[in-house]
């Protein structure tokens, strides 16, 4: 039995839990918007939200993010993909005050949808899955803003490889 869930709701539940997880002793709480590029979905936007947990473990944040892709097909069929992810990343302070490293490890849940219209019959399918991610990025510290680069591999879930650049607010 599969269970729906709309990605709202996976978006909301993400930023909750990431607000629930910082404690008063905790750092900054920042958002940002990024750009995707998947092994296997192509294209895709997405946001996110990052609170430092310096008060609870020093140097390390809690990342949610939401992505929609925009996956190419040659057989026009009508594809969709998105996943929610939830991780926990360390920065490495070593880089100095510019540039600050960080790896990091956590879950993604995943939402494929396919759907094709051949001689007047429709069929469709559809995946849901759960995974665990395993990345690394760089952040790029300018001041009022953090532009960061971020390569992710996908296990057990959407199973790609999954490069970003964005920024955080």
Do not use: H
Request: proline residues 2%.
């Amino acid at each position: 039995m599969r269970t729906r869930c709309s990605a709202s709701r996976l978006l909301a539940l993400l930023t909750a839990g990431a607000a629930l997880t910082a404690g008063p002793a905790s750092g900054q709480v920042s958002a940002g918007v990024q750009a995707n590029w998947g092994s296997d979905t192509d294209f895709g936007l997405g946001a996110r939200i990052s609170v430092a947990l310096d008060g609870v473990a020093v140097g390390f944040e809690a990342v949610g993010s939401f992505d929609y892709f925009f996956p190419s097909d040659d057989f026009g069929a009508d594809l969709t993909y998105w996943e929610a992810n939830a991780n926990l990343v360390y920065r490495i302070d070593a880089a100095g005050e510019l540039l600050t490293p960080y790896v990091g490890a956590g879950f993604a849940y995943t939402r494929f949808e396919a759907s094709i219209r051949v001689l007047g019959a429709e069929a469709s399918g559809n995946e849901t899955s759960a995974g665990i991610n395993l990345l690394a990025g760089l952040m790029f510290n300018l001041g009022g803003v953090t532009p960061f680069i971020e390569g992710k591999i996908e296990a057990w879930g959407g199973e790609q490889f999954v490069a970003s650049a964005g920024v955080r607010f």
